[in-house]
């Protein structure tokens, strides 16, 4: 995917009237049993029409592709395929102005006069509160962007203990590893798209230790366009299930103007400075070192306990953290003793190899629903009843959703 959008971006750029790509896929090696998104001759004629299914995906929030730049994909023979690039009959600049006016929105929602949605006014306030976020915006060189991100993590995702399982600046993960920055310059989604698939084989091939996870910065891109953000952000999300690489990477994103839409309760709009970045971040981790925390922690208790720290701190105090850069300084007298919030202490027990000691973490869920290291049937009648559940029209709590999902893969690895 790095490839096409690189040859894509190459292409818009020429004066070439036509253009081809021939891709090829490496025989498959014999040892080939690990989790990877390398594609073989042997695979290919399985995963193009999943690869097709994705672009088409990514054409409806594109910017140039399928518009100014076409693209036709084919197998072209064994293991090989033939890409086409020509001119379109235009169409871009229109999506050219939803991708890169970001800062006029900004702008715009600057100025506008909120009305009281509710009695205490606090939606009126949070709206407000964007705005100066929006206003405040400034493109950063490349190198200042990465060193803001580092004080961010640093103060939020450490200091605070918003991410468990990060400790400073440059380390994180479970096991812990090393932290990767990288910034990118993109300003448009096939930009984007490009870097994104680069950092995905980064992480395919580096060592854990040295790379745990990444964060992909990007300062120009969907700035104040926070719906363009998400509909961005869906190409990728879709894109682990239709190429089947859950079990490679999962994703998280975060953006300047991120509120979560999950309809879950939460104490104050200050919680959406969980992913609240000082620019627009993709984050790439690992699915084992994700499905490890889960079992050890339940995740609605990280979203409680984050909630109830920002909470604390207040929207106003992060906001104006968010503005001034000033991460370390606002955080300060707000640090956290780890050993007070059960989630964080079990992270950093985890982290040394000792038992998460947490009830309700996804494994003690499954053994308490039947799961644990029972025979298939077990696992079988998790997955029913978590099935029988939902037909009916109920819901499953976040520690019973992710026993369903730990039953699956428990199910999948024993076949």
Known sequence: MHEFWSGLLTFQSSSALTSTLVLSAPPTPPDATSTSTSISAATLPAVLPRILGHLNDCADCASVYQTDVLASIDSSGPGLVEVTFTRGGGGAEEEDDDWGDGFELSGALAGLAFEDDDEDGEASASANHDATIAAAYTIPPLPDSISASRSWVSAMMSTLGICPFTNGEALAGLPMGKVRYEASSCKLPEEAWRDFWYEVIVLQEADPKEVSTTLLVCPEFCVGEIEGYLSFTQTLAGTLELLKMEDLMQLVFFHPLWSFRDGADRASSAGNFARRSPYPMLNLLRTDQVRRAQKGIPTGLVYKQNDAILGEIGEAALTEMMVSGSWEAGVEGH?????????????????KGESAGVEGGVGDEVKKRGGGE???????GVILEGMEARLGGGKLGVSEGAAVVTAINALLGRL
């Open 374 to 380: 029972g025979e298939i049937g077990d696992l079988v």
């Open 335 to 351: 640090e956290v003793d780890r050993s007070e919030y059960e989630a964080l202490a079990a992270a950093r027990r985890m982290q």
